[in-house]
Structure formats: structure tokens, C-alpha cells
Nanobody, 129 residues
Framework: QVQLVESGGGLVQAGDSLRLSCAAS????????MGWFRQAPGKEREFVAA????????YYADSVKGRFTISRDNAKNTGNLQMNILKPEETAVYYC??????????????????????WGQGTQVTVSS
């Protein structure tokens, strides 16, 4: 079992930045690929970014490339999502998630929610125009 707790959400204006954090406990965090997803009211959960368990590989949704940066610190069992130049349409609940990688690969990332075994409770991000 892995428990995930997100923090750092809030209300910001368009163009501002936020840094989300995900604190992990339970099983060894470094064994898992980590991902960030978001879900706006009335919409499906959407992939945002993922990072391999080694931290070597990252993958981003096209809509956030160049503005968001995913990172992790396995020694501290934490992950982060730095979000810059936020847009009103990015208002959503943001979730971090952990996926056991195929074959235990240190380089595995995935965009599919069904591949993720554990989820946090989410943190609200509201971007005003």
C-alpha cells in the first residue's frame, strides 16, 4: 500500500504559478512511477504529467509542455508539480498517483489512469481570469 497526500493547491490569477506537492508513505516510493492528473467539474480525469521511478524519464500532456515541470525526491518520498503561466481552463482538482512499473522498469511512464494503483485525495486549483 502507498498513501499519497497532495498539497499546494489554491486560488491564483491567470498567468500565476503554483507548486503542488505529493507526500508518499507506506511502501517504498522509489518503486513507483508517479503521475499527476486533473479533473474539472463534468469532465473526465485528464493526464497531466508522469515521471519514472528513477526520475530519468518524464512525459507531459501537450497542453502543459513548457509550462509544467514534474519532479520527485525519492529520499524524501515526495513528488512535485511546478505549474507556471496557469490558465483559467486549468481549474480542476489535481491528483497525484503511483503506478507499479511494468517489469519494475526504472524508466517507465504511463498516461493511462487505469495503470495507476494508488491515488491521493486531490487538491483544488482555481485559476481566475
Amino acid at each position: 500500500q502507498v498513501q499519497l497526500v497532495e498539497s499546494g493547491g489554491g486560488l491564483v490569477q491567470a498567468g500565476d504559478s503554483l507548486r503542488l506537492s505529493c507526500a508518499a508513505s507506506g511502501r517504498t516510493f522509489s518503486e513507483y512511477t508517479m503521475g499527476w492528473f486533473r479533473q474539472a467539474p463534468g469532465k473526465e480525469r485528464e493526464f497531466v504529467a508522469a515521471i519514472s521511478r528513477s526520475g530519468t524519464n518524464t512525459y507531459y500532456a501537450d497542453s502543459v509542455k513548457g509550462r509544467f515541470t514534474i519532479s520527485r525526491d525519492n529520499a524524501k518520498n515526495t513528488g512535485n508539480l511546478q505549474m507556471n503561466i496557469l490558465k483559467p481552463e486549468e481549474t480542476a482538482v489535481y491528483y497525484c498517483a503511483a503506478a507499479y512499473p511494468l517489469g519494475g522498469s526504472a524508466y517507465y511512464t504511463t498516461t493511462r489512469p487505469k495503470d495507476y494503483n494508488y491515488w491521493g485525495q486531490g487538491t483544488q486549483v482555481t485559476v481566475s481570469s
